[in-house]
């Protein structure tokens, strides 16, 4: 099975990636969704026992993915953050985006961005529901389809569970809209019903599977 796969969306050349990122080569944008960057800390501070090093796992599967790519801008679709800001979250992620100046880098504010300072970060701010031809960049998919635009998106953290395999993330394919699958390793899922999973496309962090 590939590591990478090349679909077309809208007419549009992409690459869907199986550390769970998508390319757009006209771009050269790397986007990723559900960052939740801090979650560990967040949890640890409420008093609940979860191992360290989540921030900086995924981190490091992100500069993987730019090295991999070359790309010359990263976008996140929404939930930049978990929660609050934590002074080593905010350390690291100043880290990363000192190692990548060159990369241009925005965010789509999600609903757990409530703390999100775009200044702060050092990246742009974009709205919900930005267009660039042929796509409709959200955190949140839209509550109805349009066929004028393909919608790119994230938020509900798609899996599919496989019988004797268990959950496994996905890009869940749909005629006008692609769902990524959450960026961040501790996450949970939005279990998709096989019958509606269609062609969609599994991924483990080392290859893909793409539904019949």
Not at 178 to 202: E, M
């Amino acid at each position: 099975m590939p590591d990478t796969l090349d679909l077309t969306l809208a007419g549009e050349p992409v690459r869907v990636l199986a550390d769970r990122a998508l390319y757009w080569p006209a771009r050269a944008r790397l986007l990723i969704a559900d960052l939740h960057l801090g979650k560990g800390d967040t949890f640890r501070a409420a008093g609940i026992a979860v191992p360290s090093g989540g921030t900086a796992h995924d981190l490091a599967r992100l500069d993987a993915l730019l090295a991999l790519t070359s790309a010359s801008s990263l976008w996140i679709l929404g939930d930049f953050l978990h929660a609050r800001r934590h002074a080593a979250v905010d350390a690291a992620w100043r880290a990363f985006r000192e190692a990548h100046r060159e990369v241009a880098m925005a965010v789509v504010p999600g609903n757990h961005d409530r703390a999100f300072d775009a200044a702060a970060a050092g990246v742009e701010r974009v709205p919900e529901g930005f267009l660039e031809a042929p796509f409709e960049f959200r955190h949140a998919p839209p509550a109805r389809e349009r066929p004028d635009r393909h919608v790119l998106c994230g938020h509900l953290h798609p899996v599919l569970r496989l019988p004797g395999t268990g959950r496994h993330p996905m890009f869940w394919l749909r005629p006008s809209i692609t769902v990524l699958p959450a960026f961040s390793a501790f996450t949970g899922g939005h279990p998709v019903p096989r019958a509606d999973s269609g062609s969609s496309v599994l991924c483990d962090g080392r290859q893909l599977l793409r539904m019949p």
